[in-house]
């Protein structure tokens, strides 16, 4: 990021230039590192660090052309720039460390609305979907698991991606780490993630095998899991997208679960619990109609 950072910055005048740095520094890049220290800083997040870099900086160009100085920065300012900008959540960040800093005014720049989530899958076909994952030894081990994971619990792509097999617990009654709780396995999951943890050995990308990294998902680096992105795409290939996947088993828990409950176990906010909720409650006819009562593993 560093480096980037410098060639980024170096064709930028000087005073903006000096802006920016500090900003990268003691904002991005500091918050990047605390992340890098838990082995949370992914590859996705160090994109979503330059793009942050790259609207700030084509903020403070759209200043520079308008003739307008940070200090004296109005509301009407910030109007007119979103009338020709989309780029709100990372200016909106810019604005609020500014103002911190007294560098500017109380500015707000209001989120855009939501989209609510309109890709399911039906009851049969995440049924479908989920039997797959279980029992079609033609799948690859590393799509059943993620599939499992994500059609079962709704879990991010970017978590699964980075479970260990310290998260994962035998005995009579397994259990993987989801969020900060164990939450119980079917012996069906259980059995995939454990023959996933016991005999998959990564291989580089020149065809060497080489030590297992502790990780469930390994990637072709040694010391690397899978990215987000790789898995994404992989169960693209094989008709398991994401966005419907996930949504719908969140759905399906959130009808049966109270929000705090959702919350706890799956490691989500309160907030995203409770919109998922009130989405199962009106949605309940058009989707979970046909409920079902026997065991389907």
Known sequence: MQPWLERTLTPLPAQRRRTLHIYAEWALLRRARRRAARGRFTPAGAA?????????????????????????L???????????????RHVRMFLRWAHERRLTGNLEISDCPRDEPHRWWSESEHWTHLRRCLHDEALPLDVRVTGSLMLLYGM????????????????????????????????AVHQLLRRQADHTEPISAVGRITPRPGWLLPGY??????????????????????????????????????ASVLSDTLGISISAALQWTRRAARDRNSYLAARPTENRY
């Open 156 to 187: 991010p792509i970017t978590r699964i991606a980075v479970l260990t097999p310290s998260d994962l617990t035998g005995g009579s009654t397994p259990h993987l780490r989801i969020g900060g709780h164990p939450v119980a396995l079917p012996p």
């Open 74 to 88: 109005t509301q009407g300012d910030i109007d007119t720039w979103l009338s020709e900008r989309r780029d709100r």
């Open 221 to 258: 680096a040694a010391g690397t899991h899978h990215s987000a992105p790789v898995l994404a795409r992989k169960m693209r290939l094989h008709c398991l997208p994401v966005r419907p996947s996930r949504n719908t088993a969140l759905l399906a828990l959130a009808a049966d679960l109270p």
């Open 48 to 72: 979503a660090v330059r793009n942050a870099i790259r609207c700030t900086a084509a903020f403070l160009t759209w200043l520079d052309d308008h003739d307008i100085l940070l200090a004296s």
